[in-house]
């Protein structure tokens, strides 16, 4: 079993315990486009393109929530408030445009030839206001490591308020690394470049990939100098500053609920108000029963209470997530509550890291490490689970919907989890149907021969269901591709055995299922990306941006924002695994929450 059985007791919610193993396969339901570093639209055109003063603000979260009635920016504690109104703090330097999103642009409905005005960089990194921006930071709380930490908040990310955009799509735009707010605590409110061009990569590369998650708009240099110690050693240096534009449909956690339920007196109501805001804005369907159905069938065939579709929701949205980002053998490493998004989403790109080989006790968290992996890849199904009792605890206490109610709820998140991962399980390997004896048998053999995870399945879309003239002889060879992949010629007689079994099964498992080479293998391609941003193809970015050089960054989004192509003409190095310097080299497989 390469995930823990799902299952927790807290505060009186009991769970069942459910298992599976490996969790794979993918569906490519946000499609992306790059359209090249700073580069204008290729020809798309739109209905309306606003510039940059005609966005379409409507800034719902601080009109119908509550705020902190303190105007100085000034570390506190904030009682009785969802947010601060807070200005970035300008950058003493030049900022400067490095990259954008075209994408991401056209579904802000802004013309993506604006982003290359001068005062698009002014506005994206909090040195110039954004006209029709009102500025604000969250309070939230959460736990960290299993332990309540109290007040957390948007420590330095400004969010710049909500725009309506293509197709009416609400949307958040928030500045990482802006300056100091209120829940900065020690911290400069800054982030540094080699930080923000992982959080750029990574949020449109998954984007790409079809995993949900926050998107990012741009990144600007700050041209300041800010100090990092990445380590934690006393080794501090000096490192260029940046901001990520990153853009969510709201930026709402399940720390937002968790703080005001865990402070107590009187300070509940906020959870009620929070969830409200929530349904009226982003999820309105749920504010009444589905036509015909009468009752919500969920809550104990009793009156239709939209606080307990809206957990139910987050359920589903949350089991087919953490599905994702075992299907493409992504750890998240800091999957904490206030890192929990309640649409579902990937958030808030810290130390994440992409599996080179298949290793399910694979962490890239420094911190986690000492924390006995706690956030482990393996890990992260049952986390997904922990973190969704936590909210439903908060639910609670805002008196929102009854335990029988959220208990219930809380049972579909390992339903949905395990039918998602079967089903993408079973196009990742080609089949009509899920085999569960082929996937864990060759999850074994991968974890045993330390092979290339995203290479290996990869490969199994170019394997033929016929292995030879004589399609009943057992395979003579590895295909070159999958040889390739789990590093044959390192392979013992007995090892290599094992393998062209185990093909000779799935082989055998394709012909009974009859479906043409060349159908299949298209499909499994387009569940199997070839491209994903490993560690060290980020270091490479990372190291040529910091000496001014963002022409490795270009190339870097050209491959991963188009991860299930073939792209002959790429650099063979985005689809290798890491050299061995690069897996020696600190902060390249392992990192800090330092950014």
């Given amino acids: 079993m390469w995930v823990q ?6 505060q009186g919610l009991q769970l069942p315990r459910s298992s599976t193993t490996g969790l ?3 569906k490519n339901i946000y499609g992306h486009k790059r359209s090249g570093i700073c580069s204008r639209s290729e020809g798309s055109q739109m209905a309306t393109r606003a510039v940059l003063e005609e966005l379409k603000w409507d800034n719902k979260f601080i009109e119908e929530c509550p705020a902190d009635p303190e105007q100085q920016n000034s ?8 947010f601060s109104f807070v200005h970035p703090t300008p950058p003493a330097s030049e900022p400067y445009l490095i990259d954008f999103s075209t994408q991401m642009a056209e579904e802000l409905g802004l013309d993506p030839s604006e982003c290359e005005r001068p005062e698009f960089a002014l506005v994206m990194s909090g040195a110039a206001p954004m006209p029709g921006s009102k ?3 969250q309070c939230y709380g959460g736990h960290q490591f299993g332990m309540w930490a109290g007040q957390l908040g948007d420590g330095r990310a400004i969010s710049l308020g909500e725009v309506v955009g293509k197709n009416g799509q609400r949307w958040e735009l928030q500045l990482k690394g802006a300056g100091k707010t209120p829940y900065s605590r020690r911290a400069d409110g800054r982030a540094v470049l080699r930080s923000s061009i992982r959080e750029y990569v990574a949020s449109e590369a998954m984007a790409a990939l079809g995993v949900p998650t926050t998107r990012a708009l741009s990144i600007v240099g700050t041209g ?5 110690d990445m380590f934690y050693t006393g080794n501090a240096r000096f490192e260029p500053g940046a901001v990520v534009c990153r853009v969510a449909p709201s930026f709402v956690r399940f720390g937002t609920f968790q703080l005001p339920a865990q402070r107590g007196e009187g300070q509940e109501a906020l959870v009620k108000v929070v969830a409200d805001y929530v349904l009226r804005n982003h999820m309105p369907h749920l504010l009444q029963p589905p036509e015909g159905s009468g009752s ?6 009793g009156p239709w209470n939209p606080y307990t579709a809206l957990l139910r929701e987050v359920c589903c949205s949350t089991g087919r997530l953490v599905a994702a980002w075992q299907s493409v053998g992504f750890t998240h490493g800091v999957l904490n509550t206030d890192n929990m998004s309640i649409h579902g989403l990937t958030i808030d790109y810290g130390p994440f890291g992409f599996m080179d080989r298949f290793d399910p006790y694979m962490t890239p968290n420094l911190t986690d490490l000492e924390g006995g992996k706690r956030y482990a890849f393996r890990n992260q199904p049952e986390i997904g689970q922990v973190n969704l009792v936590m909210l439903a605890n908060a639910l609670l206490s805002g008196e929102l919907m009854s335990k029988e109610e959220a208990e219930q709820q809380l049972l579909l998140y390992s339903q949905v989890l395990v039918e998602d991962y079967t089903d993408r399980m079973r196009a990742k390997l080609g089949l009509r149907t899920y085999d569960a004896k082929l996937s864990t048998e060759l999850m074994v053999l991968m974890y045993e021969d330390d092979a290339d995870f ?8 170019s394997i033929p269901a016929a292995g030879s003239s004589d399609a009943a002889q057992a395979p003579q060879k590895l295909p070159q591709r999958l040889a390739e992949a789990i590093g044959a010629p390192e392979l013992t007689e007995e090892r290599e055995a094992a393998w062209l079994q185990w093909l000779g099964a799935y082989q055998a498992r394709l012909r009974e299922e009859g479906v043409p080479d060349e159908v299949r293998m298209a499909k499994q391609n387009a569940a199997n990306p070839k491209y994903i941003p490993r560690q060290h193809l980020l270091q490479y970015a990372i190291d040529d941006a910091e000496n001014g ?12 924002t188009r991860p299930y192509d073939e792209l002959p003409s790429a650099d063979p190095k985005y689809s290798k695994p890491p050299p061995p310097e690069m897996l020696r080299r600190p902060g390249v497989q392992m990192l800090s929450c330092s950014s």
């Fill in 224 to 228: 300041e100098k800010v100090l990092r």
């Fill in 5 to 10: 059985g799902i299952g927790s007791k807290v």
């Fill in 296 to 301: 919500d069938v969920s809550a104990s065939n």
């Fill in 135 to 137: 500025p604000y930071a």
């Fill in 549 to 560: 050089d963002f022409s490795e960054l270009a190339r870097l989004m050209e491959v991963v």
């Fill in 24 to 26: 794979g396969c993918l």
């Fill in 454 to 461: 995203t290479n290996t399945f990869r490969a199994l879309g």
């Fill in 75 to 82: 570390l506190r504690q904030v009682h009785n408030a969802l």
